[in-house]
């Protein structure tokens, strides 16, 4: 895995989450801190991938919504 500008750019946008670009072009976020024992069990996961960044972002947005549905 590398770090590349596009994945660096990226990081202000989800603080927390580390991002990385395979060498086979894919990228991939992993959550700094593990979620609450209720997010994991609500199905929130610590690592996502996707094709691209969009996709990527959609995929974190999404694991962090399970954890605030959780925390209310």
Known sequence: MTHDRAAAAARPVF?????MRSDAGRFWATRERPFPR???DAGAHRTVDADDLVKL???IAAQESIA???AR
């Open 38 to 40: 209720a997010a994991e």
């Open 15 to 19: 603080a927390g989450w580390r991002i």
């Open 57 to 59: 972002c959609q995929a």
């Open 68 to 70: 605030e549905q959780t």
